[in-house]
Nanobody
Framework: QVQLLESGGGLVQSGGSLRLSCAAFGYRGYCMAWFRQAPGKERQGVAAIDVDGTTFYANSVKGRFTISQNSAKDTLYLQMNNLQPEDTAMYYC?????????????????????WGQGTQVTVSS
């Protein structure tokens, strides 16, 4: 069974950077992703990386955020640069054995079914 543990959140000023980490236990052949949920808003997919290394980003973070994994593929990262107040949210690591970036289905973001507990990111203006 997959277990996901996020870390690295915190408080940062506008324009600053943070790197989130997610330790994945029991991970084998999963597409991995970062989601975020701000108060009063729906959870949204931010970035994803598939088993072949293909990546995908939401338009709102493209060019500012980078998703990556270590060589053992047991740790997922999200490097976040030029953070803005609208990036403030709880960030979640997620995994799916069904989701794939190539030939992405419209249901892609809803196919993630393993979740971490979340880490809070707060960006002050």
């Amino acid at each position: 069974q997959v277990q996901l543990l996020e870390s690295g959140g915190g408080l940062v000023q506008s324009g600053g950077s943070l790197r989130l980490s997610c330790a994945a236990f029991g991970y084998r052949g999963y597409c991995m992703a970062w989601f975020r949920q701000a108060p009063g808003k729906e959870r949204q997919g931010v970035a994803a990386i598939d088993v072949d290394g293909t990546t995908f980003y939401a338009n709102s973070v493209k060019g500012r955020f980078t998703i990556s994994q270590n060589s053992a593929k047991d740790t997922l990262y999200l490097q976040m640069n030029n953070l803005q107040p609208e990036d403030t949210a709880m960030y979640y690591c997620a995994a799916s054995v069904f989701a794939h970036i190539v030939n992405m289905r419209p249901t892609f973001w809803s196919e993630f079914d393993h979740w971490g507990q979340g880490t809070q990111v707060t960006v002050s203006s």
